[in-house]
Each structure stands twice: as structure tokens, then as C-alpha cells.
């Protein structure tokens, strides 16, 4: 038996082994292996509930476990968001209508390993606007990823998502942010949408973490509804998200998530 010494940052940020990377990637692929699987299934009349077992099944198929179910009581594989839902969105009857926007978020765990990503869909005709609040969320993530490296600090990150959707005349919500992931599915640091250049934790090699912008058209302030856990927007204007699990390299960033098929990008769906 060996044992191991864990290096954690004064931030309390866990840096893992290049050998980590390996159990990031299959976890990663996973979850995004089904987001996009489940994407021929968005349709109109399709109920949120239906899209869930879907992914249910799939994760046992797999000989996975999902991180969701039974974490502080949730009890689905995924949250599916829809319209001015902007996380957390509780799987259930509801039907999916022509012009619906939604948020399907997975995370699953293979061999401890958690790998988390969400990306958004739509069932029927997208709108103008709805298409636009989608691209900016897409794009603003990856501006956030491309300030993901080391040297840079989180604020880095946060002020790259923040400054570009806010130029679109859109908002970054504060009430949720990305965080720490590996061996557990939250942990340091709270990676946050917004933020000043230069500050907050400098980001190093073996750091895994999520970034996961939710973008609302109107204004940024959430609640949370009486089943405890779908945040809606409080100005119930349209919201999106997506999410990638990534790890910082030398140079830069891994993405753990990164979509097999390549339907990450909405404009690449079709
Ligand atoms: N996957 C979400 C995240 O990105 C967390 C969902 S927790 C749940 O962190 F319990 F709501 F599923
Ligand atoms: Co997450
Ligand atoms: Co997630």
C-alpha cells in the first residue's frame, strides 16, 4: 500500500497529479457523451421528466453513478432549465413547447471521478433573441476558458465572462458560480462569472474546476422557488447556461467535457 500527500493551496485549492488528468477525462467524456445524446430527444411534446430517465438509464448503462441523485436531497440525474429557469431546474411533466429554451445539466461519476457539463437546446423554432442570449453564453464561457491558465487569477476569468456579456447588453447572474471539482463534486474555490483582472486566486497547474456563466437578457437578480431549488430569474426574463469541467495545464486549459461529436457549439447542432 502506498499512501499519497495531497497538495492543497492557501486558497484551500486541491492541485492534482498529471496522472489525475486520466480519470478527469473519462468521467468528462462521459457527461458529455450523453449531453449530447440527449439532444435528438429535445423536441416539441417531449416532458423534462422523460429527457431525465433517458439519462438516467444512460448513466447506469455506462456502470456509472450520478452525482445528482441523493446530493442534499435532489433526487434526478439531471437539472433541466427551462426559459427563465436559470439553474436547478427539477425534471417533472412538463411538456417542452414550440420556442423553448433549456438548460440540461449532467454529472456523473466513473471510477470516483466527477465530470459535470451542461449546454443549452431548444425544442421547435428558436427566436432571434433566444439564439443571441445562447451565443453569448456559449461564447462568454469559452472567452472564460481561454483566461483559464497559469499565472492568471480567477478574477481573470470572471472578468473576461463579465465584460463580454455585459458589451451584448446582457447580464451575469451572482446568485450561482462554477467550483471546485475532482474526487469531489464541490469544492474550492467559488470560480465566479464576474470579477476585476488580477484578482482573486492565482490559478496553477492541477487545479480542476468548473465555469458555468448563467446569462440572463434582463436583469441578474434570481429566486429560488418553493420547491427549494428552481432559480428562476426574479425579472422572468429568458436565461441560458453552459458548462464545461476543465484542468489547468502548463499552457493552459484542458477540457474535460469537450463534446465527442462536436454539438457543443448551438450552431453546430444542426
Ligand atoms: N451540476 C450542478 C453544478 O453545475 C449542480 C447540480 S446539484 C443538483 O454544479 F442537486 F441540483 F443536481
Ligand atoms: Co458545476
Ligand atoms: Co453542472
Known amino acids: 500500500m502506498t499512501t499519497s500527500t495531497q497538495t492543497v493551496t492557501r486558497d484551500g485549492i486541491r492541485i492534482y497529479d498529471p496522472s489525475d488528468f486520466a480519470g478527469m477525462e473519462k468521467a468528462g467524456r462521459l457527461a458529455a457523451q450523453i449531453l449530447d445524446d440527449i439532444a435528438d430527444h429535445v423536441v416539441v411534446g417531449q416532458t423534462t421528466g422523460a429527457l431525465d430517465q433517458l439519462i438516467t438509464d444512460w448513466v447506469a448503462a455506462a456502470g456509472a453513478t450520478s452525482a445528482t441523485i441523493g446530493y442534499r436531497g435532489y433526487q434526478h440525474a439531471s437539472c433541466i432549465s427551462v426559459n427563465h ?3 436547478h431546474g427539477i425534471p417533472g411533466d412538463k411538456t417542452l413547447k414550440d420556442g423553448d429554451i ?4 449532467v454529472t456523473v461519476i466513473v471510477d470516483g471521478w466527477f465530470g459535470d457539463c451542461s449546454r ?9 433573441k433566444a439564439e443571441r442570449l445562447i ?6 464561457l469559452m472567452l472564460g476558458i481561454e483566461a483559464a491558465k497559469p499565472g492568471n487569477t480567477f478574477g481573470d476569468i470572471g472578468h473576461a465572462i463579465q465584460t463580454y456579456a455585459e458589451a451584448q447588453r446582457m447580464s451575469v447572474v451572482r446568485d450561482f458560480c462554477g467550483h471546485g471539482l475532482g474526487r469531489v463534486f464541490h469544492a474550492p474555490p467559488n470560480v465566479l462569472h464576474y470579477g476585476r483582472p488580477g484578482s482573486g486566486a492565482v490559478l496553477e497547474e492541477g487545479m480542476f474546476f468548473t ?21 428562476v430569474t426574479r425579472d422572468k426574463s429568458l436565461s441560458a447556461q453552459f458548462e464545461h469541467s476543465i484542468g489547468i495545464t502548463a499552457q493552459g486549459a484542458e477540457i474535460f467535457t469537450q463534446s465527442p461529436g462536436d454539438r457543443f457549439h448551438p450552431t453546430m447542432r444542426d
Open 211 to 231: 465555469i458555468e456563466p448563467m446569462i440572463n437578457l434582463g436583469r441578474p437578480e434570481t429566486k429560488i422557488l418553493a420547491d427549494d431549488w428552481t432559480a
Open 102 to 105: 433549456l438548460n440540461i445539466d
Open 135 to 140: 451565443q453569448v453564453t456559449h461564447d462568454s
Open 85 to 87: 429557469v436559470v439553474c
Open 120 to 128: 443549452m437546446y431548444w425544442a421547435g423554432k428558436l427566436s432571434r
